[in-house]
């Protein structure tokens, strides 16, 4: 699975902005899909994760409530809905794929096998 993420840019806070992470070659209909963020001079730390089953989003605390999770399967495409951008939110983000993770590893990068490459989001106060 290759990844490749985009949609990122500058934005003011409170501003929205969607990324998307698109497949090529294999299909991810069968793998766990997340989104991390690492902000500058800071770990990688999880978002968001979507289970094969679209009615199983995980999120992390600071974006539950702003951030939406989605997939296409037939576009093969992964998505992130973020609303009311905050400065905080600033950070490279990165989407990756699983195709088997334990529900407790969810939110850990080593579990991911893929990674996109990355897109950047700058959200200015």
Not at 99 to 104: A, L, M, P
Request: with cysteine.
């Amino acid at each position: 699975v290759q990844l490749q993420a985009s949609g990122g840019g500058l934005v003011q806070a409170g501003d929205s902005l969607r990324l998307s992470c698109a497949s090529s070659g294999r299909t991810f209909s069968g793998y766990t899909l997340a989104w991390f963020r690492q902000p500058a001079g800071k770990e990688r730390e999880f978002v968001a994760a979507l289970k094969p089953t679209n009615s199983n989003a995980f999120y992390a605390d600071s974006v539950k409530g702003r951030f939406t999770i989605s997939r296409d399967n037939a576009k093969s495409t992964l998505y992130l809905q973020m609303n009311s951008l905050q400065p905080e939110d600033t950070a490279v983000y990165y989407c990756s794929a699983s195709r088997t993770i334990i529900h407790s590893n969810l939110g850990v990068p080593s579990a991911y096998a893929y990674w996109g490459q990355g897109t950047l989001v700058t959200v200015s106060s």
